[in-house]
């Protein structure tokens, strides 16, 4: 062992002892990866959606509408409780907060009228003693939540049976709550918190504390306690790790053992959101009766009341990702339960992950040094493997949840790192290549680099840009039927045939997003045309694709084609190096990017493959293009005007589709002032496009619903200021 092996085997093991202590104590960003990738492990496998008897009765906007703005009074809640009582709903829990009196109520209304008669003001019915009367030997449960005023505290209505000692200091600390109405407190069949991830400052909620203790009483979830509620049970049971305090494993409610972390907190393995779980509290509260097959779905039923109304505000984020209403939350909770698909992370798991850092980095550390980056590279490269199968099939088959990333990152470090010392110390070739890379590269461009501190600054500048994105066509569905390797098999092929065509019409390919392009012209080098260029690339990804699809190049059959939506829009944008002093790449943002982005988007809504602004159009009019209207786009205040891509300047000056232009233009004209002669032209123009090589059924079909886009208004050109 040379001098040199000996250093770098120190320093080595010093960096994984770095590493695998920084591990042990786990800072935020390491909690925050991981829980990141074990929500990707919920997106690859989510929890199926099954017709369990939990509903949420959805507060939705279209209550909202026809019943009044919220807060509705209380004697409509009192309905409510009475109509889902009638149906055989087996509880009935509020994800609602009733704090303060009704001020709705006839008696609070009046009350302040001077010289009111007070024997008039007690005959006046008030609506919390109406709603009370309501809840009176019903399974209904309150929710209540935290506050950091007072000291109130629900007068819980359930017991708890312990195996060991409480475990009073385990859960997350309630020190005050939103006090309920004393009727209302004093008549419900159970209370419950409704805080889904209190003190938690990530939006995602991916853990949800059954239990809150003040130490010296505990406090259930809402969820939980529907579920006692539901079950006629009046007592929870509690069971400790063995030796060790005030730690929760397991917790009891009725006949359903529910596995949760030493907080007493559940791992939530979530489904997707499905209008199954939803029924609009209109057709529970309607005077005409709920309809029979409503009414079918409550019976047996634990039924969560709460709100989607975006104006109040409790929406949240799933592990997919999706944002979804608070008290679906509490019903996937109920759900997961009933189903026994449960999520755990074992008590061993920091352990085991702490100490194959510390094993990996160690024998990376000595491949490398001994043996050959490449070799260590291969072996590293296969503890990635194993890592990433071993975690996947343990949470795919057994629920369980151990962190592949910390290991992978520490290993990727470790390896780095001792590579870099092999080559800056051990192997004296690197000087050698570097020689040979001088003939390359300029001496000047390789000075400036290594001795000018912000060669590599940050900083962009304003230019004038086309932006084109491309999207594939309900790739959800695609990506469904398929492995995730098959996904990735996928997108390699689609992909590369189709960004060929932006580098070969001197375009810059900016990144890929999923199953998306992004692209731009006219930087970082000016490109004449470049709104023609961007359009030349467009169609010559409609050829490509259409090739694909013959060829059967994915795999997908006849009967299965693959469809793009292509949005392009000129501009002016910011265009330079975008990120952090550390990490940052070239990107162009502002408006302009965002329009473009958004008239992709739109593809759908007009039913055509290639869709442009009018900024684009008026310096491409060479290419056949057809006007689709002025679209409201997401995030505008203005409709934007837009033109569909029938073909190319070969096409833009044949006789066919002059015709088929000049009768498509007369038809807008009529479609805006709403003549009776549209319903010839637009015959005459579908039977022009007919005789084009570019499919204009659906998009002539559309026009008609979309009469809107062609009226006058408030529709102009986008401006583009940068970001």
Same mark, same amino acid.
């Given at each position: 062992?040379?001098?040199?092996?000996?250093?770098?085997?120190?320093?080595?093991?010093?960096?994984?002892?770095?590493?695998?202590?920084?591990r042990?104590?786990?800072?935020?960003?390491m909690v925050?990866a991981?829980?990141?990738?074990f929500?990707?492990?919920?997106?690859?496998?989510?929890r199926?959606?099954?017709?369990?008897?939990?509903r949420?009765?959805?507060?939705?906007?279209?209550?909202?509408?026809?019943?009044?703005?919220?807060p509705?009074p209380?004697?409509?809640?009192?309905?409510?409780v009475?109509?889902?009582?009638?149906?055989?709903a087996s509880?009935?829990?509020f994800?609602?907060?009733?704090?303060?009196?009704?001020?709705l109520?006839?008696r609070?209304?009046?009350?302040?009228v001077?010289?009111?008669?007070?024997?008039l003001?007690?005959?006046?019915?008030?609506?919390?003693?109406?709603?009370?009367?309501?809840m009176?030997?019903?399974p209904?449960?309150?929710?209540?939540?935290?506050?950091?005023?007072?000291?109130?505290?629900?007068?819980?209505?359930? #017991?708890?049976?312990?195996?060991?000692?409480?475990?009073?200091?385990?859960?997350?600390?309630i020190?005050?709550?939103?006090p309920?109405?004393?009727?209302?407190?004093?008549?419900?069949?159970?209370?419950?918190?409704?805080?889904?991830n209190?003190?938690?400052?990530?939006?995602?909620?991916?853990?949800?504390?059954?239990?809150?203790?003040d130490?010296?009483q505990?406090?259930?979830n809402?969820?939980?306690e529907?579920l006692?509620?539901?079950q #006629?049970?009046?007592?929870y049971?509690?069971?400790?790790a063995?030796?060790?305090a005030?730690?929760?494993t397991?917790?009891?409610?009725?006949?359903?053992?529910?596995?949760v972390?030493?907080?007493?907190?559940?791992w939530?393995?979530v489904?997707?959101d499905?209008?199954?779980?939803?029924?609009?509290a209109?057709n529970i509260?309607s005077?005409?009766g709920?309809p029979?097959k409503?009414?079918?779905?409550?019976?047996?039923?634990?039924v969560f009341?709460?709100?989607?109304?975006?104006?109040?505000?409790?929406?949240?984020?799933?592990?997919l #990702?999706?944002?979804?209403?608070g008290?679906s939350?509490?019903?996937?909770?109920?759900?997961?339960?009933?189903?026994?698909?449960?999520?755990?992370?074992?008590?061993?798991a920091?352990?085991?992950?702490?100490?194959?850092?510390?094993?990996?980095?160690?024998?990376?550390?000595?491949?490398t040094t001994?043996?050959?980056?490449?070799?260590?590279l291969?072996?590293?490269l296969?503890?990635?493997?194993?890592?990433?199968a071993?975690?996947?099939l343990?949470?795919?088959?057994?629920?369980?949840?151990?962190?592949?990333?910390?290991?992978?990152?520490s290993?990727?470090i470790?390896?780095?790192?001792?590579?870099?010392?092999?080559?800056?110390?051990?192997?004296?070739?690197?000087?050698?290549v570097?020689?040979?890379?001088?003939?390359?590269?300029?001496?000047?461009?390789?000075?400036?680099?290594?001795?000018?501190?912000d060669a590599?600054?940050?900083?962009?500048?304003?230019?004038?840009?086309?932006?084109?994105?491309?999207?594939?066509?309900?790739?959800?569905?695609?990506?469904e039927?398929?492995?995730?390797?098959?996904?990735?098999?996928?997108?390699?092929?689609?992909?590369?045939?189709?960004?060929?065509?932006v580098?070969?019409?001197?375009?810059?390919?900016?990144?890929?997003? #999923?199953?998306?392009i992004m692209?731009f012209?006219?930087?970082?080098v000016?490109?004449?045309?470049?709104?023609?260029?961007?359009?030349?690339?467009?169609?010559?990804?409609?050829?490509?694709?259409a090739?694909?699809?013959a060829?059967?190049?994915?795999g997908?059959?006849?009967?299965?084609?693959?469809?793009?939506?292509?949005?392009?829009?000129?501009?002016l944008?910011?265009?330079?190096?975008?990120?952090?002093?550390?990490?940052?790449?070239?990107?162009?943002?502002?408006?302009?990017?965002?329009?473009?982005?958004?008239?992709?988007?739109?593809c759908?809504?007009?039913?055509?493959d290639?869709?442009?602004?009018?900024?684009?159009?008026?310096?491409?009019?060479?290419?056949?293009?057809?006007d689709?209207?002025?679209?409201?786009?997401?995030?505008k205040?203005?409709?934007?005007?837009?033109?569909?891509?029938?073909?190319d300047e070969?096409l833009?000056?044949?006789?066919?589709?002059?015709?088929?232009?000049r009768?498509?233009?007369?038809?807008?004209?009529t479609?805006a002032?709403?003549a009776?002669a549209?319903?010839?032209?637009?015959?005459?123009?579908?039977?022009?496009?007919?005789?084009?090589?570019v499919?204009?059924?659906?998009?002539?079909?559309?026009?008609p619903r979309?009469?809107?886009?062609?009226s006058?208004?408030?529709?102009?050109?986008?401006?583009?200021?940068?970001?």
């Amino acid at each position: 062992m040379t001098r040199a092996q000996k250093i770098g085997v120190i320093i080595g093991l010093v960096i994984v002892a770095a590493l695998t202590i920084l591990r042990a104590s786990d800072p935020q960003l390491m909690v925050r990866a991981r829980e990141m990738a074990f929500d990707e492990y919920q997106r690859l496998a989510p929890r199926t959606f099954e017709n369990l008897p939990v509903r949420v009765v959805d507060i939705d906007e279209a209550s909202l509408r026809e019943l009044g703005q919220w807060p509705w009074p209380r004697d409509r809640m009192a309905k409510l409780v009475d109509r889902l009582s009638q149906m055989g709903a087996s509880a009935i829990a509020f994800d609602i907060l009733f704090s303060e009196p009704d001020r709705l109520s006839p008696r609070t209304v009046i009350r302040d009228v001077e010289g009111i008669d007070p024997s008039l003001l007690a005959r006046m019915p008030d609506n919390d003693e109406i709603f009370a009367q309501a809840m009176t030997e019903k399974p209904v449960i309150l929710g209540f939540a935290l506050s950091n005023e007072g000291d109130y505290r629900p007068e819980m209505k359930a #017991g708890f049976a312990f195996t060991g000692e409480p475990p009073f200091h385990a859960p997350p600390r309630i020190d005050s709550a939103t006090p309920l109405r004393p009727q209302l407190e004093a008549a419900a069949s159970g209370l419950g918190h409704i805080s889904l991830n209190p003190g938690d400052p990530s939006s995602v909620v991916r853990t949800v504390p059954l239990l809150l203790s003040d130490g010296d009483q505990l406090y259930p979830n809402l969820a939980l306690e529907a579920l006692r509620v539901a079950q #006629g049970a009046s007592t929870y049971v509690l069971a400790d790790a063995p030796d060790v305090a005030n730690t929760i494993t397991m917790i009891k409610a009725g006949a359903f053992v529910i596995p949760v972390t030493a907080a007493g907190e559940l791992w939530l393995y979530v489904s997707p959101d499905n209008a199954a779980r939803y029924i609009s509290a209109r057709n529970i509260l309607s005077d005409g009766g709920a309809p029979s097959k409503i009414a079918a779905a409550v019976q047996g039923s634990i039924v969560f009341v709460g709100t989607s109304a975006a104006g109040l505000q409790d929406i949240r984020t799933t592990a997919l #990702g999706e944002n979804v209403p608070g008290v679906s939350l509490q019903a996937q909770i109920v759900e997961q339960i009933l189903s026994g698909h449960f999520l755990s992370r074992p008590d061993w798991a920091d352990g085991l992950e702490i100490l194959s850092i510390a094993v990996a980095g160690s024998l990376l550390v000595f491949l490398t040094t001994f043996v050959s980056p490449a070799m260590a590279l291969a072996c590293g490269l296969l503890i990635t493997a194993m890592a990433l199968a071993a975690s996947w099939l343990a949470f795919l088959y057994g629920g369980l949840l151990f962190d592949p990333l910390a290991p992978i990152v520490s290993g990727s470090i470790t390896h780095f790192a001792a590579t870099a010392f092999r080559f800056l110390v051990i192997d004296r070739e690197r000087r050698e290549v570097r020689l040979a890379f001088g003939h390359y590269l300029s001496p000047s461009l390789l000075y400036r680099i290594e001795h000018t501190q912000d060669a590599l600054r940050l900083g962009g500048d304003d230019r004038e840009l086309t932006v084109m994105f491309v999207d594939v066509r309900n790739f959800t569905g695609i990506s469904e039927r398929l492995t995730p390797a098959e996904v990735v098999g996928f997108l390699n092929t689609f992909l590369d045939a189709l960004s060929r065509h932006v580098i070969a019409n001197e375009g810059t390919l900016d990144k890929f997003i #999923g199953d998306s392009i992004m692209a731009f012209w006219n930087a970082p080098v000016d490109v004449s045309d470049h709104p023609g260029k961007a359009v030349h690339a467009a169609l010559a990804m409609r050829e490509t694709l259409a090739r694909l699809n013959a060829e059967d190049a994915f795999g997908f059959g006849p009967a299965h084609t693959v469809g793009i939506g292509i949005g392009i829009h000129t501009g002016l944008a910011c265009v330079g190096n975008m990120g952090a002093e550390t990490h940052f790449n070239y990107s162009a943002v502002g408006d302009t990017v965002n329009i473009a982005a958004r008239i992709e988007a739109a593809c759908k809504d007009v039913s055509t493959d290639i869709l442009i602004s009018e900024s684009t159009a008026n310096l491409a009019s060479q290419y056949a293009l057809l006007d689709a209207g002025a679209l409201p786009l997401k995030g505008k205040s203005t409709r934007t005007r837009t033109f569909a891509v029938a073909g190319d300047e070969r096409l833009a000056l044949s006789p066919e589709f002059s015709d088929l232009k000049r009768i498509h233009a007369q038809m807008i004209d009529t479609l805006a002032s709403r003549a009776p002669a549209t319903r010839k032209l637009l015959r005459a123009a579908k039977q022009k496009a007919a005789g084009l090589p570019v499919d204009l059924t659906e998009f002539y079909r559309r026009i008609p619903r979309r009469t809107e886009h062609f009226s006058p208004g408030p529709a102009q050109e986008e401006s583009t200021p940068v970001n």
